[in-house]
């Protein structure tokens, strides 16, 4: 009798377990992270021949890590790995770019969970909110929320 209330118990908590475990991961694509048609991955090359030339580009240091970044005037920046061969980071603080499922800064933050449901990480720190979907192969799509409202997308390697 014993054994058998031991087998029930495991067997609640085991299911209750994976019933978390399925809600507490949203993953998507990593053909959905990208803003503007540029996500993690994107080449230098690629992004001009879709921009042109950025407004303003910075390469440095930080520590021991070295980047390349691109800036489209202010509001539209990528950012490179310390060859200056892929983008590591993709943010976008303008409304006139969006996601591959149409998401832009400005819309309300209620859409997020339309497109891609309840996020993975949400941070909340003075009166903003970060929501993060974790992405299949180890990429993000970040939200930040101001007022109920996305004031910037960043889509970027983990």
Do not use: W
Not at 2 to 11: E, Y
Not at 27 to 46: F, K, L, M, W
Not at 73 to 87: E, K, T, V
């Amino acid at each position: 009798m014993f054994n058998r209330v031991k087998r029930r118990a495991f067997v609640l908590l085991l299911g209750a377990a994976c019933m978390m475990s399925s809600v507490a991961s949203a993953q998507i694509s990593n053909d959905r992270i990208a803003i503007g048609g540029v996500g993690p991955g994107c080449t230098p090359e690629y992004v001009e021949s879709v921009y042109g030339p950025p407004t303003s580009q910075e390469q440095g240091s930080n520590g021991d890590q070295t980047y390349l970044e691109y800036n489209y005037n202010n509001g539209y920046i990528i950012g490179f790995d310390g060859s200056g061969s892929q983008a590591v980071a993709v943010t976008c603080t303008t409304d006139n770019l969006a996601t591959p499922d149409g998401v832009s800064v400005g819309m309300e933050a209620s859409v997020l969970s339309d497109k891609y449901g309840t996020a993975d990480h949400i941070y909340n720190f003075n009166d903003k909110s970060l929501y993060v979907y974790d992405g299949t192969d180890g990429e993000q799509l970040a939200f930040d929320v101001q007022n109920f409202y996305i004031v910037s997308i960043s889509a970027r390697i983990n």
